[in-house]
């Protein structure tokens, strides 16, 4: 090959390469999107949307890739916009993601361009997701009017302009919000939407069902309203004014000949806007003339500070639009305390000991901070002390608590910890954390905290290592937060940011977020259930005081190889990696709970990783293994497994039931009048079926009851499969039915014959039903 050959093959093939390099960097779906790994999912549509009326093969019909193209970029849109999703894909890329078929189909040009996102570029709408719905929502009583929409609903988008002008026109009044069901379906469900558009008014959680013109919603959502607007007149004057004790500034509009004052309506809404920082008042100079008089004013308005509404001190506001009048007023209050080096050292060391109530700080670069949202706080925090600090002149101080974003604000609590928050700063979801932040043991923890005071440390520390970029971290943390306040015990709660914290993540081999793992006494139990508080509380109480027995070698010998005869002992081989194994482990928790007053049943498992040679000894080659050894038999050879669809509590113990020695008696047809119907005792009988699944679930429960009313009633149970004339005669059509039957006696009434349903499956009410209606027993029918 002579030079000039080379020299073009050489090109060709570095042109080649370069196309493969861009084509595996834009194949990460991050960059597909032109998005940070911490984009929120608001970030994301609107990335699409920008990319999808570019790049959509309707406008690129001369590129013949244009499909295969937009197929791609619609992959890494769903993938992203799915909480699940993401994560598996943050974890392990795109192998890691079982579903290959997702994104394969998309809409028109004309439907991105027209229909989707429909509020993603409007300030005064909040769009709202699972992530954010419970702290800024249901957590407050502000009011909120809250538009569900999908996407592909025609109804929603001819709604939408309007919904728009309801916005501006209430922007400060109340919160206006939008929730896409398309984007974030569950949290529709949980509101239960079942329509679109459903337009709900909290926090009341009020379905709205009239019309939606602009006029009559404004209308609708003024009547929400908890303020007023003081009409002041000679009679009232001093009462409301001159002794007014609250310490607010006042604004007062005078409505009187020779200019304009402010309409009803835009009071009013001033007052919501300024509701705790501002008392709005109303004088009509044509009916209170002489009070006009002595304040010097026949029309306009005029903000007075506290104490101090008296002649010639007004400050005189221009604007009769109630949003321009709040920025004006709130001008004019004054801004949180700026603190020095000093002053903040002093008050980390009050908290500490507990000297002081608790301060809610902002951190900023520089001084001429002036958001005026945030001179709302002083009023709606009256138990907080409310301070700045500048991480400019203050660099240590920022820098040893970590603080590597400016703004942001931080609760430093009475017991001395501190917590950072991560939501929008508005002064309503601002106030919201304070508050929820203060009364809770949970703390941000840094690398000086590992690992003496949280690992190596005698009272068991629970943690969330987390990164404030992962949805679903930030969908746990509120719920970590209300686990923190209910959980009575001795457990301390902390946090870690894995983006300030990396190190530290890494040295405790964290890979994947939020991974929460509770260390008690040096052994780290990570958690993996459900992200919710219940379920976390849950967690720490097993885990605690265990209701599962863990086997090593020797404990294995005495529990199960040479277990009683009468004994039945479930075992669960499992492998702690094993995510099977993961989502079994708080249902066989619960199992243990539910058979705990159960005589002769032990719930076990045996950790395969800490204990491999038992597990090669029983032969266990996968996980999990869940094993019945029943009674009757002994040693280790006789066992059932089982292989069961469901793997929750409840049809573990079904199946747990099978094998446990039976109080309850099976009655047929031959003999099912004379010994029920025509017997002197009390019956409790379950009519079931084998087909039907909530009969399985309830025969443990009906075992508890045959158990505990030995000596009360009798109890029996019939398969209407098998012996269909029984539960005709007695008019069973639903199952499970429990009937009661009292006992023959000459007095019984006839309509009482095939006696009572029992409207419950639940063991303690059958229980305290049949002993308050049984009859005292006689000799046994059977």
Not at 275 to 298: K, P, W
Request: charged residues 25%; hydrophobic residues 35%.
């Amino acid at each position: 090959m002579d030079v000039s050959a080379l020299c073009a093959w050489l090109q060709v093939w570095l042109v080649a390469s370069l196309v493969c390099v861009n084509l595996v960097i834009a194949e990460d779906f991050y960059d597909l999107l032109g998005v940070g790994r911490s984009a929120n999912t608001k970030e994301i549509r609107k990335a699409f949307k920008k990319i999808a009326v570019k790049a959509h093969p309707d406008k690129n019909v001369d590129d013949p890739k244009a499909h295969e193209k937009f197929l791609r970029i619609n992959r890494a849109y769903e993938v992203l916009k799915d909480d699940d999703l993401r994560k598996k894909y943050d974890l392990h890329g795109e192998e890691g993601l079982e579903d290959k078929q997702q994104g394969r189909h998309y809409e028109s040009w004309q439907w991105y361009q027209d229909n989707f996102g429909i509020y993603d570029e409007d300030p005064e709408i909040i769009t709202l997701s699972r992530t954010d719905f419970e702290q800024s929502v249901e957590g407050t009583d502000d009011i909120w009017f809250i538009n569900y929409y999908s996407t592909h609903c025609s109804h929603c988008h001819d709604l939408a302009p309007t919904w728009r002008e309801v916005a501006r026109q209430l922007e400060g009044v109340i919160r206006i919000g939008a929730v896409n069901c398309e984007d974030d379906w569950q949290l529709c469900r949980m509101q239960g939407v079942r329509s679109y558009p459903s337009l709900i008014m909290y926090p009341q959680r009020e379905n709205y069902h009239g019309d939606r013109s602009t006029k009559v919603l404004v209308k609708y959502a003024m009547q929400q309203l908890r303020v007023r607007v003081v009409e002041l007149w000679d009679g009232n004057y001093r009462t409301e004014v001159d002794e007014d004790e609250s310490g607010l500034p006042w604004v007062i509009t005078f409505c009187g000949d020779g200019g304009d004052c402010l309409e009803e309506k835009n009071s009013l809404k001033l007052a919501a806007m300024l509701e705790e920082l501002v008392r709005v008042g109303s004088i009509n100079c044509h009916t209170s003339a002489d009070l006009c008089g002595m304040l010097d004013h026949e029309y306009g308005t005029y903000f007075y500070g506290a104490n101090n509404v008296d002649i010639g001190q007004g400050l005189e506001l221009t604007s009769l639009v109630a949003q321009e009048l709040a920025r004006d007023i709130l001008s004019q209050l004054p801004d949180v305390t700026p603190l020095d080096e000093k002053t903040f050292k002093e008050i980390r060391g009050k908290l500490e000991t507990g000297q002081d109530k608790a301060w809610l700080i902002h951190f900023v670069d520089g001084e001429g901070h002036q958001d005026l949202e945030l001179r709302k706080l002083p009023a709606m925090l009256a138990d907080f002390h409310i301070g700045r600090v500048n991480c400019e002149v203050m660099r240590d101080a920022c820098s040893n608590l970590h603080i590597v974003k400016r703004p942001t604000f931080m609760v430093f609590k009475e017991s001395g910890g501190s917590e950072m928050y991560y939501g929008r700063l508005t002064a309503h979801d601002l106030a919201a954390f304070a508050r929820d932040s203060a009364d809770t043991k949970l703390e941000a923890l840094s690398p000086r905290d590992f690992p003496q005071r949280v690992v190596l440390s005698q009272d068991p520390w629970f943690v969330d290592f987390f990164a404030p970029w992962c949805p679903p971290c930030m969908k746990l943390l509120p719920e970590f937060r209300k686990a923190a306040k209910s959980f009575s015990e001795t457990v301390n709660f902390g946090t870690v940011d894995c983006t300030v914290h990396s190190q530290l993540c890494n040295n405790y081999n964290i890979r994947s977020y939020p991974t929460t793992i509770l260390y008690n006494q040096s052994m780290p139990h990570q958690y993996h259930g459900h992200h919710s508080a219940d379920s976390i509380v849950e967690f720490l109480q097993d885990t605690l005081n265990p209701p599962v027995m863990r086997l090593n070698q020797e404990q294995f010998r005495e529990h199960v190889a040479q277990k009683k005869v009468e004994e039945v002992v479930l075992v669960d081989f499992f492998a702690p990696w094993c995510g099977p194994c993961q989502q079994l482990a708080p249902e066989w928790r619960r199992l243990a709970k539910m058979v705990k007053n159960v005589n002769n049943i032990k719930v076990a498992q045996v950790d395969c990783v800490e204990h491999q040679g038992l597990c090669q000894q029983e032969s266990i080659t996968s996980y999990p293994t869940v094993r019945l050894y029943p009674s009757g038999a002994s040693g280790s050879g006789s066992f059932h497994m089982y292989n069961g669809f469901h793997r929750d509590a409840n049809s573990l113990r079904a199946w747990a039931y099978e094998f446990l020695p039976s109080k309850v008696s099976v009655l047929r047809q031959y003999n099912f009048r004379q010994v029920v119907l025509e017997s002197s005792d009390s019956w409790i009988v379950d009519f079931y079926t084998p087909w039907c699944g909530h009969c399985q679930v309830f025969k443990p429960e009906f075992e508890k009851v045959a158990e505990q009313l030995e000596g009360v009633a009798h109890a029996g149970k019939v398969d209407c499969d098998s012996e269909p004339w029984i539960c005709q005669e007695v008019g069973v059509q639903a199952y499970p039915t429990v009937r009661f039957f009292q006992g023959t006696d000459s007095s019984r009434n006839a309509q009482h014959a095939y006696g009572w349903d029992i409207q419950s499956q639940n063991a303690d009410e059958i229980i305290t039903f049949v002993k308050q209606n049984a009859r005292k027993m006689g000799h046994d029918e059977l």
